[in-house]
């Protein structure tokens, strides 16, 4: 590919993300350590200045939310967006509690790491040690205090079906059919509803494709940018 990748990670996750997978001509970002997500946009559009040709992004899960948030504010700075393991709408309430219970153990017990069982929900192969050390690095590096501000700061995300109907730049959702933090249903209805809008699915449950289905996603990224 000519024009570069603008890579977005997730909730927790830094440029490890994307390690397996031997992009080249890209650029990752982290996600903005600001207080609401319309600052965090506000910050990425800061950072995508230097871009001048309408930019190519891929954004992970929160990275894949943030990224379509930008699409709708700032729809001629796109030339095409790939979103993975990401939703359109709003995080579900027990999804909320459990993060929240989550980070109140971590502070409780003074714990700088996720226990195997919290990576393991995000996992297809639980028993991968790549891909578990892979995570816990992330988690280590980033740190409690990244947690705590990233999940609350974005943990009451808007349904975007309404704006993301008006969107015209190519869009490519890539997800498990089993995730269990992705409703696909409004992505199909959207899908659809708008012949820029497609959607591809794995028959997993993996959460975390970039590290599980590296070779797929892999070639997925060529042949859409």
């Known amino acids: 590919m000519k024009q ?15 390690s ?16 609401t997500i319309d600052e965090m946009v506000e ?10 040709e309408p930019i190519n992004l891929v954004g992970f899960s929160l990275g ?11 729809p001629t700075r796109i030339n095409k967006a790939l979103i993975i393991s990401s939703g359109i709408d709003s995080l579900k309430e027990t999804e909320i509690l459990k993060r929240k219970k989550m980070l109140e153990t971590l502070k409780r017990n003074n714990i700088n790491s996720l226990s195997f069982m919290a990576i393991s929900q995000l996992l297809e192969d639980k028993t991968n040690e790549e891909n578990l050390d892979i995570i816990n690095q992330m988690f280590d590096e980033l740190g409690l205090e990244v947690y705590n501000q ?20 190519p869009i490519q959702f890539l997800s498990a059919t089993n995730d269990s933090l992705v409703n696909l249903e409004p992505i199909n209805k959207l899908c659809e509803m708008k012949d820029n809008f497609q959607l591809k699915t794995l028959d997993t449950d993996s959460h975390m494709l970039p590290l599980e289905y590296e070779h797929f996603l892999y070639k997925e990224i060529q042949n859409f940018f």
């Open 4 to 18: 570069q990748l603008l890579l977005l990670p997730g909730l927790m996750c830094n440029e490890k993300l994307w």
């Open 20 to 35: 397996k997978m031997n992009l080249t001509n890209y650029k990752t970002f982290d996600i903005p350590r600001e207080d």
């Open 43 to 52: 910050q990425l559009h800061i950072s995508f200045a230097k871009h001048k």
């Open 64 to 74: 894949g939310y943030l990224a379509l948030k930008y699409v709708i504010k700032y």
């Open 150 to 169: 990233q999940l609350f700061a974005t943990m009451r995300r808007k349904p975007l079906f309404d704006e993301l109907i008006n969107v015209t730049s």
